[in-house]
Structures are given as C-alpha cells and as structure tokens.
C-alpha cells in the first residue's frame, strides 16, 4: 500500500500545529511531479517548500534552495519565522 502521508502532508500538519495563522496547502509540483507545501502568511509568499530527499527545503521566494530542518516540526517553526509569524515558545516535542 502507498504512503498517503509522505513528507509535504507531514509538514503541512506540521506547519497548522505549530503556526496556524499561516496559510499551508499541499500542492502538485507540475514540473517534478512531486506534492509541496505551498506557504503564505499576510504579505510574505506564497513560497514552495518540498523535500528533496534528506530534508526539507525552500523550492521557491529569496531562500530558494537553502535547508530546512529535517524534522517536520522544527521545519515549520523555521517557516513560520521566515514568513514574520508568531513562532510558539516551547520546542516541539522530540
């Protein structure tokens, strides 16, 4: 049975858990067939983040190309700072 739940749907989760103000849909890349997470949040974005493999990443906006962490929770918290949303004080959980 196929995973339905791959990297960009556990980063969307992640991003409604940790930031909820910032708009995230999961997105077809046309291009790479591949699902993104597509963020936007007030004026910022919208921005692609996908995973290339290792980790997540910024697929498009002024951080095109750089790492994000490879934790889905970490990642969102670092999305959500990106962007200028409020990032929650306690850490994810591990």
Excluded at 58 to 87: K, M, N, Q, Y
Aim: neutral net charge; proline residues 12%.
């Amino acid at each position: 049975m196929r995973d339905m739940f791959g990297p960009a749907e556990k980063l969307h989760a992640a991003v409604r858990r940790r930031a909820p103000q910032v708009a995230a849909a999961v997105v077809l890349d046309e291009e790479a067939g591949l699902r993104r997470v597509r963020v936007t949040y007030r004026d910022a974005g919208p921005y692609l983040v996908g995973w290339d493999g290792t980790t997540y990443e910024w697929r498009s906006g002024p951080a095109s190309g750089l790492p994000l962490p490879t934790d889905p929770e970490r990642a969102a918290d670092s999305i959500a700072a990106a962007l200028g949303a409020l990032v929650p004080k306690e850490p994810p959980a591990p």
